[in-house]
């Protein structure tokens, strides 16, 4: 299947800061996506989802923005804690093509006091 | 709390060896799914399963087969380990068909030597 990517492998922020990370995908049938965190050590966590039909859905501390024009997904996140240090993937499920969902290489976001 | 549980958190197996990897769920989810994590790779679908017997090969099944004889469990087999397939492995489960977010387990980290 096509593969979701990821703009930075990277992203290093101060405590307090916003961070955002960045999703491109090139599948226009998709219409799921999903944000996981991975702290080390552990499996994925969820953190939020989004269905094709809207373009912003927030969570705790958390926004999830599509834009299915040019094809992008972004997860933000709001008064970054050392805590939220983690390796963030995004997932992308294509219509009817059945029950797997299609992985991001990842992003490590560094949280800096 | 735990959900999907992975039998061993680490394994260190010699090559040739025939290697089982056990993953039970309580969620009564329908779909089941074993993924391999490498850095730079991300997640690579090796094998999942939407019912109790049955299975479907995913991106890099070469080397695995499965077994899913009841709904809770799926089991990874590595007919006969290499080094090659030293790797982090995630179980994953979700409820139904398609656009629906996964459960992982906390993964199997098995070395091959």
């Known amino acids: 299947g096509e593969s979701v990517g990821l703009h930075l492998p990277t992203l290093s922020v101060q405590e307090g800061d916003n961070s955002i990370i960045n999703c491109a995908y090139s599948n226009s049938a998709s219409d799921y996506f999903i944000w996981y965190k991975q702290e080390s050590g552990k499996g994925p966590q969820f953190i939020i989802d989004?269905?094709?039909?809207?373009d912003k859905r927030q969570g705790q501390r958390v926004t999830v923005l599509l834009n299915k024009t040019v094809k992008h997904l972004s997860l933000q996140i709001a008064a970054t804690q050392p805590g939220d240090s983690a390796v963030y993937f995004c997932?992308?499920?294509?219509?009817?093509?059945?029950?797997?969902?299609?992985f991001g290489k990842g992003t490590s976001l560094l949280v800096t006091p | 709390d735990v959900k999907v549980t992975q039998s061993s958190r680490y394994l260190v197996k010699r090559t040739g060896e025939k290697v089982f990897l056990e993953c039970v769920q309580d969620?009564?989810?329908?779909?089941m799914f074993w993924y391999r994590q490498d850095p730079g790779l991300g997640l690579r679908l090796i094998y999942f399963s939407y019912d109790v017997k049955m299975k479907e090969k995913g991106d890099i099944p070469e080397g695995y087969s499965v077994s899913r004889e009841k709904k809770e469990r799926f089991s990874l087999i590595l007919e006969s380990a290499s080094t090659n397939q030293t790797s982090m492995y995630l179980c994953?489960?979700?409820?139904?068909?398609?656009?629906?977010?996964?459960?992982f387990g906390s993964g199997t980290r098995l070395t091959v030597v």
């Open positions: 997932a992308e499920n294509i219509s009817n093509s059945g029950y797997a969902l299609n």
């Open positions: 994953a489960s979700s409820p139904g068909y398609g656009s629906e977010g996964y459960t």
């Open positions: 989004i269905r094709s039909n809207m």
């Open positions: 969620m009564d989810h329908e779909n």
